[in-house]
């Protein structure tokens, strides 16, 4: 091959891509929306910052199931957390997803999961999936999908524990409030058999109630680091029975 020869990819700088995307003041550059002609409904050319479409791309990116921390080594940011200010999806919009995961069959898993695959017919299904996912609000824990335009949240702060969460398998930065919150309960869990090592009255229900929160927590940390799990599956937990904590409580119990 002839080393003069250009090829038809080049780098090109930022102020460039500014310039396409958003033009030139002095008109002498159309921005990309005024060269296909979008206009706004009073009839002006449609203008926008780079850092809109910044905005748009990362929106798309979560709309199309990317993890948090695919998202923020794609978008060059420094910390998972700064995801969140480009979040402009709709709760509306992700229930939507989740509704579609969960008629999928391969999407999701749990017992809405379950009762929607013994349903027949498609139309039922499909009345019977949007009753149960009317909404989905982000929660530190996963999706939440109680319509709070109904009723209030009757677990407030306690999102783990509730059964209107729909755990992203491999979401980074949900594992880590799980993996933050479980360490408070392990410290509250100490000060509760503290308590009641020196008789204090009504301990053993406190940690009754901090082992309930640690076993579902460590489910949920469970959930993501299953290798079996694809990453983005829509994960429901059952919810946790009496005899299920009264083994867990004998299990600790030994252990201790």
Known sequence: MDAGFNGTVELVTDAQINVYLTGLKSAAQKSILERLGFRDVEGNFLRGTSHQFRHWLSTLADETGFLGLEQARWMGRAKLSHNSAYDHVTPVERAREVRERTASR???????T???TRINDPIRR???????VPTAHVTDMGLCVHDWDAAPCPKHGSCALCDKIRIVK???EDRAAAVSELQDVEEMLQAARNESDMGTYGASNWIRSQLRRKLQLERIIAVHDDPARPDGMIVQLTKLSDAELDQYLNLQSERI
């Open 126 to 132: 499909s009345e019977f999936i949007a009753a149960t």
């Open 170 to 172: 491999g979401k980074q």
């Open 106 to 112: 391969h999407g999701s898993e749990g017992p809405v």
């Open 114 to 116: 379950e009762i929607a």
